[in-house]
C-alpha cells in the first residue's frame, strides 16, 4: 500500500503567490515524523520542514510552513511569497517509529513558478 | 569529508556486471537508507539500516545487496546489472529519530 500519497504531478503559480503542496500519508503507528524535501534541477536533496506527530502545533519555518492535520493524515506544504527559485520538485517524506527506520518518499509535485 | 559523500558519481555498466556504489558519512548517523529515483517514482527505497550489523529491505530490494559492518560506510551492491537499474542513486542517513536524513550527491547509474 502506498504510505505516501502526492497527488499533484505538476503545479503553476505565479510569483509571490502563496502555494499549497498536498501529502496525504498511511501509518497504524501512533508516533511517526513527517518531512519535506525540496530538489532543484541540480538534483540535490534540501530538506525544508519536519513535523512530528505529537507535535500540537504545525511547524514553520521561514517561508514554509507544515499545514499538519492528523485525524485526516494529512501533511500539506505552504510556501507563502513564492519566489522564482522555489520551482522544484518537492518530495514528502514519513518516517514511523515503529522499530525501524525506514524512510519513504512520495512520488513528488514538480512546482513551476510562473514571473 | 563533510557530510555523506557517494561515488561514483557517475557510471556506465555493462549489462552482467558487478557494481558497489559507496555510501561513506562521517556524522555518526546510526540510519542509513539507499533509494533510486526514477521519473514519475520519486525516490523508492532499496534498503536501509537502523544502525550497524543490521539491514533491512525497503520497496525495491531486488537485485541489490548491502552490508553495515560499521557505523560510517553502507555500500550497495549490484551483483548482476540489468538495464532496468539504470537510475539516479541517493544515499542518506540519520541521526536521532525524527530528525532530518541528510543526502549524498547521488549517483547517476547508466546500464547498458
Known amino acids: 500500500a502506498q504510505k505516501i500519497t502526492q497527488t499533484q504531478p505538476g503545479m503553476f503559480v505565479q510569483e509571490k503567490e502563496a502555494v499549497t503542496l498536498d501529502c496525504t500519508y498511511d501509518t497504524s503507528d501512533q508516533s511517526y515524523g513527517l518531512f519535506w524535501y525540496k530538489q532543484p534541477s541540480s538534483g540535490e536533496m534540501i530538506f525544508l520542514i519536519y513535523q512530528g506527530s505529537y507535535d500540537e502545533q504545525n511547524a514553520t519555518e521561514g517561508r514554509y510552513s507544515l499545514n499538519f492535520q492528523k485525524a485526516r493524515k494529512s501533511a500539506n506544504l505552504v510556501i507563502s511569497a513564492s519566489q522564482l527559485g522555489d520551482s522544484a520538485m518537492y518530495f514528502c517524506a514519513m518516517r514511523e517509529d515503529g522499530g525501524n527506520e525506514k524512510l519513504t518518499f512520495g512520488t513528488g509535485t514538480r512546482l513551476t513558478i510562473i514571473p | 569529508i563533510a557530510g555523506i559523500t557517494q561515488a561514483p558519481t557517475s557510471q556506465i555498466l555493462a549489462a552482467g556486471r558487478r557494481m558497489t556504489l559507496r555510501c561513506t558519512q562521517d556524522?555518526?548517523?546510526?540510519?542509513m537508507y539507499w533509494y533510486r529515483q526514477d521519473l514519475g517514482l520519486g525516490l523508492r527505497l532499496i534498503h536501509y539500516?537502523?544502525?550497524?550489523?543490521?539491514?533491512g529491505k525497503g520497496e525495491v530490494p531486488d537485485g541489490y545487496s548491502v552490508s553495515r559492518a560499521n557505523t560510517d560506510d553502507f555500500p550497495l551492491t549490484l551483483a548482476s546489472a540489468v538495464p532496468s537499474q539504470t537510475s539516479v542513486y541517493f544515499c542518506?542517513?540519520?541521526?536521532?529519530?525524527?530528525?532530518?536524513?541528510?543526502f549524498g550527491q547521488g549517483t547517476r547509474l547508466t546500464v547498458v
Open positions: 542518506a542517513s540519520s541521526g536521532f529519530p525524527n530528525t532530518e536524513a541528510f
Open positions: 556524522m555518526r548517523h546510526n540510519a
Open positions: 539500516s537502523n544502525t550497524a550489523g543490521t539491514t
